[in-house]
């Protein structure tokens, strides 16, 4: 665990953000109450406890790279075991956050993890980004396996006019910029992952005031 701790301080200060005892500790109990859940419910595939670090904690972060300084709510769409919702609520305290999960079990395990983090300002919704209605949000975050042009079909409905769609992609990404369309417009920044000799693309699209 301590190794794991000595990540998550290098990925945090290589992310630009503090790296507060506190905020370790709240993710080193968020890495053993995810291990222990998955042997039972099958939360991630993931299981190794350095690629939880690198794969979904440190991978969460770097949304906070396109996530703009003064907004003021966020939703997660299919946040799954809490990523990238999670992560992001333990440096952004600041931010009102709405999780999406359609799934039962892993609803339970966020709203479990809610009360052991005390992330008092969190709401857990069992439902599918298109059950959603009359909400919309500053940004959106999903780290879902769709097709830009699939998740503004499945999630468009949710951002604000002059709000964001934040996706994480790999190199092969250019050929799903084709498919988006007005109202959206897209920005692409690549980031390093931390710790990791590795780049992500995350797909900024922006759905302009009509």
Not at 34 to 58: A, C, M, P, Q, Y
Request: proline share 4%; aromatic share 6%; charged share 30%.
């Amino acid at each position: 665990m301590e190794k794991n701790g000595e990540t998550l301080k290098a990925g945090l200060l290589e992310l630009g953000l503090e790296s507060k005892d506190e905020t370790i500790a709240a993710f080193e109990l968020y890495l053993r109450e995810l291990k222990k859940w998955n042997r039972i419910h099958n939360i991630t595939s993931i299981t190794d406890e350095s690629e939880i670090v690198g794969k979904h904690f440190l991978d969460s972060l770097i949304y906070l790279k396109a996530i703009p300084p003064d907004i003021q709510n966020l939703c997660d769409v299919g946040s799954g075991g809490g990523f990238p919702g999670l992560p992001i609520a333990l440096v952004r305290k600041d931010i009102a956050y709405t999780l999406l999960e359609p799934a039962r079990k892993k609803s339970a395990f966020l709203r479990q993890m809610r009360r052991l983090l005390c992330l008092r300002d969190i709401e857990i919704i069992e439902s599918r980004a298109e059950e959603v209605e009359d909400r919309q949000f500053d940004v959106v975050v999903t780290r879902a396996t769709f097709s830009i042009a699939d998740m503004l079909k499945k999630a468009g409905h949710l951002i604000k006019n002059e709000g964001i769609l934040i996706m994480s992609k790999g190199p092969k990404y250019e050929d799903e910029l084709q498919g988006v369309q007005a109202p959206y417009r897209v920005e692409v920044m690549p980031v390093n992952l931390p710790c990791q000799q590795m780049i992500r693309n995350l797909i900024v699209v922006r759905r302009e005031e009509s």
